[in-house]
């Protein structure tokens, strides 16, 4: 059984890069962290749940005392199947949560000293997945929800994005095919609580089928009415700070088949923009890959559909 921990290994996690290279200077502490955060400190047999385990190959798994079965550290997790000491891993989880803008395939592969893109490339994928969905508590009590158009760098081809934003807070965002009024239902079902109190513009999709009990005021402004009092300020600093980091970190190099994965990303450092103490969103991230299924290098490749959000039940309402 997995006894996690994650509110006092959270508290405790280091805040800073001096004090996180301390911390998991060595292979052993990234491991005891890592049965913390799985186990909460008992490792038992993936196979009966048995705790009498002992540890063999070199402290990557244990035996199981009572059936015989070996449990990796990092089988069923994200990690599954690694090759490199958690220690990498560790630093460039590091690296990835405390970067204010995130960080592109190309600088981890510089950074960690990778051989490889395609490697970086992974890395960084499995490390978004563990960004998805890391809160499910619905946004409100007052929300405003808008669209925008990302990508297409200098190109023809633009994706649609629903933006969902507290006044000042936390955003949800969703790669979708269309602003029917049954996509905006999916996507305030999920994401913006019952009694919320919501913002939009005039399009007309935004009504009671799309909203349902919500009390909703649709704003229309013009350009000067916005530059004095903008209705819907938290969507359009959102999305204009989205657009500059796809442009800026990612060089605009972002396909449509993994848009959601980076608007993922992006949704979990904003709603932690006001963390105190960096370092303790790696343990989030930590916190994460530990409960979530593997992901494979193939699964990463072809199973990601258009429209993710609303295809895989990772996305679906919790
Ligand atoms: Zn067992």
């Known amino acids: 059984m997995t006894q996690t921990m994650p509110d006092d290994l959270w508290r405790n996690f280091p805040r800073t890069a001096t004090e996180f290279e301390a911390r998991f200077a060595t292979e052993e502490a990234c ?17 009966c749940s048995s705790t009498r385990v002992w540890t063999i190959r070199e402290g990557t798994t244990f035996e199981c005392a009572d059936c015989g079965h070996q449990t990796s550290l990092t089988s069923g997790t994200l990690l599954e199947k690694t090759h490199k000491p958690l220690k990498v891993w560790f630093r460039a989880i590091f690296e990835i949560s405390t970067r204010r803008t995130g960080i592109s395939a190309k600088d981890l592969q510089r950074i960690m000293g990778f051989g490889s893109y395609k490697t970086a490339w992974s890395w960084l994928h499995k490390l978004r997945a563990a960004m998805v969905r890391p809160e499910r508590e619905p946004l409100g009590p007052f929300v405003q929800v808008d669209e925008t158009l990302v990508g297409g760098k200098g190109g023809p081809h633009k994706e649609l994005v629903l933006v969902a934003a507290e006044a000042n807070g936390r955003v949800r965002l969703a790669h979708v095919e269309n602003n029917d009024e049954g996509t905006i239902e999916r996507f305030a079902e999920g994401q913006i609580a019952a009694d919320a109190q919501v913002v939009t513009d005039g399009l007309a999709s935004y009504n009671s089928d799309s909203l349902g009990e919500r009390p909703h005021e649709a704003i229309v402004q013009t350009k000067a009415e916005r530059r004095e009092k903008d209705a819907l300020q938290g969507c359009h600093w959102a999305t204009s700070l989205l657009k500059r980091w796809l442009l800026g970190t990612h060089a605009g190099a972002v396909r449509p088949k993994h848009l959601q994965a980076y608007l993922d990303e992006f949704a979990f450092r904003h709603n932690r923009r006001k963390t105190v103490g960096v370092g303790r969103i790696a343990a989030r991230v930590i916190e994460r890959l530990v409960a979530r299924e593997p992901l494979t290098m193939r699964k990463l490749i072809d199973q990601t559909p258009r429209c993710r959000w609303f295809a895989s039940d990772q996305y679906a309402v919790a």
């Open 31 to 47: 491991r005891a962290y890592w049965i913390e955060a799985r186990w909460g400190g008992e490792p038992a047999c993936a196979r």
